[in-house]
């Protein structure tokens, strides 16, 4: 069985990281379906700047429950220790804040100067199943972001901040604290911790055959034995590799 309980995660190694940030989203999809995970992809969210799509870090958890009119009131903003700032505040170096928005879009999950704090913070990203405000901030942003849409309404109106570092689910996917989170710009992909360093070699590996593979279908080759290589492909493979390692 799968250890869900909640603890502060040890970094991922560097070579993990390196190798995460040159798979792209398709591929991990296609290992984690090899290993019997179906539903980590997040549908429906979109990168915000076209520039910034590429990331890769640590999942660092924030759970929305429905607000509330005698509860989510403007003045609440005052407490700098209200859960969303809390949240910002405790977003560590290379982890993604990853919001549970419900799949909510009528109100911000967050805005721009709380997005700029985190940037500052050495956040790796964003993620939510819901909407960002202030979205012209985001579109030049130097920290990846992935939503579903804008929205100028404040979070107050639609959300009420109760947890962080809990599972969660964003985009009909869990997500636990500490899971790695791969965006590009296909979208977001959640990778449960304990299969990141597995994933990435086998994903580094599947992309070094398939750009093989890419330039004999480039070349004008049928299908049939190229894709997925048969014995004499993958033979063609084993020579081309030797002189083209894997990085």
Request: contains cysteine; aromatic residues 4%; hydrophobic residues 40%.
């Amino acid at each position: 069985m799968v250890d869900t309980s909640v603890k502060t995660p040890d970094p991922l190694p560097e070579g993990v990281l390196l190798a995460l940030r040159r798979a792209s989203t398709a591929t991990i999809t296609t290992q984690l379906l090899s290993r019997g995970l179906r539903n980590q992809f997040m549908q429906g969210l979109r990168a915000l700047n076209p520039a910034q799509v590429n990331m890769v870090g640590v999942a660092f958890t924030l759970r929305y429950i429905p607000a509330r009119e005698d509860v989510d009131v403007l003045s609440v903003f005052q407490d700098y220790d209200h859960p969303q700032r809390k949240a910002v505040e405790s977003v560590g170096r290379g982890e993604v804040l990853v919001i549970d928005s419900r799949g909510q879009q009528r109100a911000a999950s967050l805005g721009h100067i709380l997005a700029t704090r985190l940037l500052h913070r050495g956040c790796a990203g964003v993620v939510t199943d819901g909407s960002v405000r202030d979205s012209d901030g985001f579109a030049t942003l130097e920290m990846p972001t992935f939503a579903m849409n804008p929205s100028a309404n404040t979070n107050l109106i639609q959300h009420h901040a109760v947890d962080m570092q809990v599972p969660i689910g964003c985009g009909e996917v869990a997500v636990y604290p500490g899971d790695v989170l791969v965006g590009d710009s296909d979208g977001v992909v959640c990778l449960p911790r304990h299969l990141a360093e597995e994933v990435a070699e086998a994903a580094a590996a599947q992309e070094h055959l398939e750009a093989f593979v890419l330039s004999k279908v480039e070349s004008g080759r049928p299908l049939r034995g190229t894709y997925p290589p048969d014995e004499a492909t993958r033979a063609e493979y084993e020579a081309w590799a030797a002189e083209n390692p894997l990085l």
